[in-house]
């Protein structure tokens, strides 16, 4: 999960991080989960254990709100789906057109909404793991 990251570096800096700002903004938003009423976290995969283990020591009602906006954004991509197939009879192959249809402005995220809730806990299991592994290999010497 740990990945190399500039962030550090960049809020270190006030003269690079208001320049990196308004890039950063449209990155987000031409990224579009948050049209589709997902959080920055809800974009995490589920297939190491650390996010799984974080996932299962989130708050009830958390957990409930990142499926339900799960759900929402994956039923909003599938039913408002227009897919239009062209069979050409010099090619076999399909050629389908994907419209997605957004949520409407009201139901989409605002950034205010877009605060890390998963992040958190990835970093204190991978602190809690670290420590484990320091402590199982720590050599005790008698004196």
């Known amino acids: 999960m740990s990945a190399p990251s500039f962030a550090g570096y960049i809020v270190k800096r006030p003269w690079l991080k208001s ?18 009423g997902l959080r920055g976290d809800d974009l995490i995969p589920e297939e190491s254990e650390t996010v ?16 339900f906006r799960l759900r929402r954004a994956f039923q ?38 877009d605060v890390p809730y998963l992040i958190p806990l990835i970093t204190e299991i991978e602190a809690l793991n670290k420590e484990r592994d320091d402590l199982d290999t720590m050599i005790v010497k008698k004196k």
């Open 19 to 36: 320049w990196m700002k308004p890039l950063a903004n449209w990155y987000i938003d031409a990224a579009g989960y948050r049209k589709l």
């Open 52 to 67: 799984l283990l974080a996932l299962k020591r989130l708050p009830p009602k958390e957990a409930y709100d990142r499926v």
């Open 76 to 113: 909003v991509s599938e039913t408002d789906v227009n897919v239009q197939c062209i069979l050409d009879t010099d090619d076999p192959l399909f050629q389908c057109s994907l419209q997605h249809q957004l949520l409407p402005a009201d139901q989409q995220t605002k950034p205010e909404e």
